[in-house]
């Protein structure tokens, strides 16, 4: 079973949160929705924040 979920390309902009359609567009703004999950802003954010986390844990 595949999931034909999509999340919105604009959300970070227009949303507070991602939002999931399983639409080709958004069902609230408009905007292309795309199949698969990580939005291709800001990887390096959350990715960023991850490392902290763990460098953060390593030291305590
Ligand atoms: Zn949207």
Do not use: Q
């Not at 802003?41 to 460098?55: A, I, M, V």
């Amino acid at each position: 079973m595949k999931s034909d979920i999509r999340v919105c390309t604009a959300w970070k902009s227009e949303h507070a949160r991602p939002v999931y359609t399983l639409d080709n567009t958004c069902p609230d703004c408009g905007a292309e929705a795309v199949n698969s999950v990580p939005a291709p802003f800001s990887p390096e954010d959350s990715y960023g924040e991850y490392r902290r986390s763990l460098k953060r844990r390593s030291r305590e």
